[in-house]
């Protein structure tokens, strides 16, 4: 399966939620939808189709979240917290993808939102993030967090420090954690049924993305 380009996107047809273990699929294949460049700026490197394809299920299998925008019952931009080691060594890596037509949406600075509420209720103290230096646009939203830049061996990595954990922060985890369960439920019903010819069940009322 190769990655394949689609038409102008709209942001506020889609939802931001976590993504759980019936979401995988969904998962690798907005990875596989991502074009050569992309896939670059996204793991620094060129890689295959059947390399991102384990990559989506080491994901699921980890101790590691991911959040994507989901419009159209399709994954079309990702956020990855993934701990270093343990979540008790309080720090981990975000890792981020857009496919290009729903890029420049603030569509990354969303999910990085998400993010960074799910690394303060899991008590991240730094949170690190890197790009190939030339990725400007990586790198404002590094800026926008106020993340510490340093260009090492051709890569800018940045580190956003994070306050703990609040009633709030862990309020608005759970809340989203119960709309995106519906939400995926119902993304898992309408994939099962469909190619039945059966009409897709009505989605839930979910958070819009900002």
């Known amino acids: 399966m190769g ?11 889609g939802t931001i939620r976590k993504l759980f273990g019936t979401d995988m699929p969904l998962f690798r294949e907005h990875l596989l939808r991502l074009d050569p460049q992309s896939r670059r ?4 490197g060129a890689v295959s189709d059947a390399y991102l394809a384990a990559y989506a299920e080491r994901c699921f299998a980890s101790e590691g979240l991911v959040y994507g925008y989901v419009e159209d019952g399709r994954v ?3 956020a990855e917290l993934q ?5 008790s060594d309080l720090r981990a890596e975000a890792a981020f993808s857009v496919e290009a037509p729903w890029r420049c949406q603030g569509i990354g600075s969303a999910l990085f939102e998400h993010l960074l509420v799910a690394a303060r209720n899991r008590r991240v103290r730094q949170l690190a ?16 967090y106020r993340a510490d830049l340093a260009l090492e061996r051709g890569e800018v990595v940045g580190t ?4 703990g954990p609040t009633p709030f922060t862990l309020m ?3 809340v989203d954690d119960a709309r995106g369960f519906m939400s995926a439920a119902a993304d898992l019903q309408q994939r099962i049924w469909q190619p039945l010819g059966a ?3 009505a989605t839930p009322a979910t958070q819009t993305a900002r």
Do not use: I
């Open 129 to 144: 993030m890197s790009c190939l230096a030339y990725n400007r646009p990586m790198q404002a939203l590094a800026r926008k």
């Open 76 to 78: 079309r931009g990702a």
């Open 3 to 13: 990655y394949t380009h689609t038409g102008p996107a709209d942001r506020s047809r």
């Open 41 to 44: 700026d996204r793991f620094v």
């Open 199 to 201: 009409a897709p069940a």
């Open 172 to 174: 608005q985890e759970a």
């Open 83 to 87: 701990p270093y080691g343990e979540w």
């Open 160 to 163: 956003v420090a994070t306050a």
